[in-house]
């Protein structure tokens, strides 16, 4: 039950916008997001294909990482290759010692980012494909929340600090805006960001709440591609911060090609809270808005989105979870699936048919029960076609899970 909660935390944390911990104020502010858009910068950098990282797993297509966080101490990293179907360890962590910040890939080469309590150690490791491992400590705060194959970054409050795979060196660029509200994925080699846009600076810290929602009531969203090849941004579209509709809750979910998909749950308090979640898209072409498909709660239960993504795209979306079914909305060819699967119980029951990745030969992964590793209930896995799963079928591949 636990895994399962993770996998679906993580999966939530690559596309719903991650809100910054802190706000710049005027006197830190970088040239105005309108003049940085437009004005020549040369790049500083090489840039790749940008991926958002977690805590917990990470997924290239042909194989995940993940840690189990299991209870114990010493905590395995473990690799599923998905053409094997066979789930490895790579190598144990002292969570005694080491917090989670982090797991991404370049290359054949898995990063575990990582902080001590208190954080007074930033450092991250390097497990290489022989199964060598090495640890390097970071010289300041280093939360990296993307990567590429060339660097990780960490891009938060005023900032956008880099990591270079290749030398190790740590440089900083000042964000070319201020008030930055959060970061929601990345698209190519851009970061989709939102920032705040009010004509007074948002009031800080504790004891300023009261005057920091009022400042927010008269204030703007704004959706921004940054580039950190030249630290400029480009407006993609704003919002009022606070929807008119206070019932209607948006979250952003990817994209795919031009277009933006976000997921909007309308919960009707007059209708016994009844809750409908509705898929839109905005394309950044057109620069219009687009209702996809929605579904309707079944029995009052509540859901989330959940999104699948393959090559950083948004392919599949599961519009709801009812107690024995599951809706789908398939972005590729616009069609709703209805498909069984078991809820994952608190005695280590169930858990079957929950999708939790693509695989970048036409598999999905999928929940399939539970396994015992080391007297704690951990989510079993397996592999079935695409085409099968969303027609209704459970003809498994299992996953050779690994056991202690």
């Known amino acids: 039950m636990r895994k399962l909660v993770l996998l679906l935390a993580a999966a939530l944390a690559l596309t719903a916008c991650t809100a910054a911990p802190e706000v710049s104020s005027p006197a830190e502010a970088a040239p105005p997001a309108e003049t940085a858009a437009i004005g020549e910068a040369a790049a500083a950098f090489p840039v790749g294909t940008l991926q958002m990282a977690i805590p917990e797993v990470m997924d290239t297509g042909a194989a995940s990482v993940e840690i189990p966080f299991s209870g114990l101490e010493a905590e395995p990293i473990l690799k599923l290759d998905y053409a094997a179907g066979v789930q490895t360890k790579l190598c144990d962590i002292d ?42 400590t970071i010289p300041e705060k280093f939360y990296p929340n993307f ?93 009022p911060y606070y929807p008119e509709e206070h019932n209607e809750l948006r979250s952003y979910l990817g994209y795919c090609g031009d277009k933006l ?28 808005w687009q209702e996809e498909c929605s579904a309707d709660s079944k029995g009052g239960e509540y859901s989330n989105f959940w999104p699948l993504l393959q090559d950083g795209q948004l392919r599949l979306v599961v519009l709801w979870r009812g107690t024995d079914t599951l809706t789908l909305y398939s972005i590729d060819n616009g069609a ?69």
């Open 261 to 288: 998909y976000f997921g909007v749950t309308y919960t009707d308090s007059a209708a016994a809270f009844s809750t409908r979640n509705t898929l839109v898209s905005y394309d950044r072409t057109a620069g219009t």
């Open 147 to 239: 990567y590429d194959e060339y660097a990780a970054y960490d891009i938060w409050g005023t900032t956008c600090k880099r990591l270079d795979w290749q030398t190790g060196k740590l440089t900083t660029a000042s964000l070319p805006f201020v008030q930055l509200d959060g970061t929601c994925g990345a698209i190519g080699s851009k970061v989709l960001l939102t920032r705040v846009v009010s004509d007074t600076p948002l009031p800080e810290g504790e004891g300023n709440e009261e005057m920091r929602d009022a400042v927010l009531q008269n204030s703007l969203r704004e959706y921004d591609l940054y580039d950190p090849a030249t630290n400029t941004i480009e407006k993609v579209f704003d919002e």
């Open 95 to 136: 969570l005694s010692r080491q917090i989670p910040v982090a797991i991404m890939q370049h290359g054949d080469t898995v990063e575990y980012f990582w902080d001590s309590e208190g954080g007074t150690v930033f450092a991250h490791t390097a497990i290489r494909p022989d199964g060598s491992v090495e640890e390097q």
């Open 336 to 404: 709703r699936y209805e498909v069984p699967y078991e809820e994952a119980g608190s005695d280590a029951t169930g858990n079957r048919n929950f999708p939790i990745a693509l695989t970048d030969d036409g598999r999905i992964l999928v929940t399939d029960g539970y396994i015992d590793r080391s007297g704690v209930a951990a989510s079993r896995y397996a592999l079935i076609d695409l085409g099968a799963y969303l027609a209704g079928s459970r003809e498994y591949t299992a996953v050779e899970m690994w056991t202690e």
